[in-house]
């Protein structure tokens, strides 16, 4: 049943971004919400999303300075 939801929720996601039916950032929000409640997971959802963010912080982090960084890097001519 939880491959299924996973099968269709990434399915809805491509399909709702390539159609343009959804924005990207409504799509990555409103269907694995929407997915999770159906799966039964209601209770759960915040602590899924404090753990996702959690987990990609770190990489987030990285990013932000590298493109800082680089930017400073190519302004200064560098």
């Known amino acids: 049943m939880l491959a299924l939801l996973g099968l269709l929720t990434v399915i809805l996601l491509i399909a709702s971004i390539m159609t343009k039916k959804l924005t990207p950032t409504i799509a990555m929000i409103v269907i694995p919400t929407v997915m999770a409640l159906i799966g039964g997971f209601g209770l759960e959802i915040g602590t899924f999303m404090t753990d996702g963010i959690r987990s990609i ?18 302004d200064a001519g560098a």
Not at 57 to 74: D, H, N, R
Request: hydrophobic letters at 65%; zero cysteines; charged letters at 5%.
């Open 57 to 74: 912080a770190p990489t987030v982090v990285m990013f932000i300075f590298g493109e800082i960084f680089f930017g400073v890097l190519s």
